[in-house]
């Protein structure tokens, strides 16, 4: 089956941004972009109203996010919006539950299936609370709007804004909390369970 237009697009956006970023620890990152695998795979849509923030968080998009942001926004009633956490589950608050998802656009599930690597979109509404958890993949937070404090274990709280990048190495705990907008993070990570549930601390 060969692969769709409109999903090679979002590959292309993605890949982009990753090989053009100038930060150093995005580099760590590159070969596993560049050689993210060769199988894709149709993803069902699926819809959560988070996702709908991807949309206004364009409104205030800085020039260095502004095209990977366009593109998922365009693209954001076609990809597979999840949750790792369910109601009753216990590990993250009911308000989270009704207003966050992410959708992986290269990873073990695809569309572009990958061991080596995942990467997607992540969006939290206003006013959310993700407590501290942990994982075994390193892990690359790249902030295409709005902001929020993060808190990585045994550093203080600090606010970070679009563009910033916020880089969490492996099983460290980490933190973050959205104020007056919404957050729209780009994600990768490598190494360990590429779909490890979180544990929390
Ligand atoms: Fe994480």
Do not use: C
């Not at 956490?85 to 073990?108: K, N, P, Q």
């Not at 980490?174 to 601390?201: C, E, M, N, P």
């Amino acid at each position: 089956m060969s692969i769709e237009l409109q999903d090679l697009e979002l590959l292309t956006a993605v890949r982009d941004f990753t090989f053009a970023h100038p930060h150093p620890m995005v580099s760590t990152f590159k070969p596993g972009m560049r050689n993210w695998g060769d199988e894709w795979r149709a993803v069902e849509p699926q819809h959560l109203p988070a996702a709908e923030h991807v949309e206004s968080g364009l409104r205030h998009a800085r020039a260095l996010t502004r095209p990977l942001l366009q593109t998922f926004a365009a693209h954001r009633h076609r990809l597979r919006w999840e949750q790792s956490y369910r109601a009753g589950d216990g590990l993250v608050s009911e308000a989270m539950l009704e207003d966050y998802a992410f959708a992986d656009i290269i990873g073990l599930h695809g569309p572009f299936v990958s061991d080596r690597i995942r990467s997607g979109i992540l969006v939290f509404g206003p006013g959310i609370d993700y407590p501290s958890h942990h994982h075994a993949a390193e892990e690359i937070y790249i902030l295409l709007a709005g902001n929020a404090d993060f808190e990585l274990h045994g550093e203080a709280p600090a606010r970070r804004r679009a563009g910033d990048v916020v880089y969490v190495d492996p099983n460290r705990p980490h933190a973050l909390a959205t104020r007056k907008k919404a957050l729209v993070i780009f994600y990768l990570w490598q190494g360990g369970d590429l779909r490890q549930k979180s544990d929390f601390d």
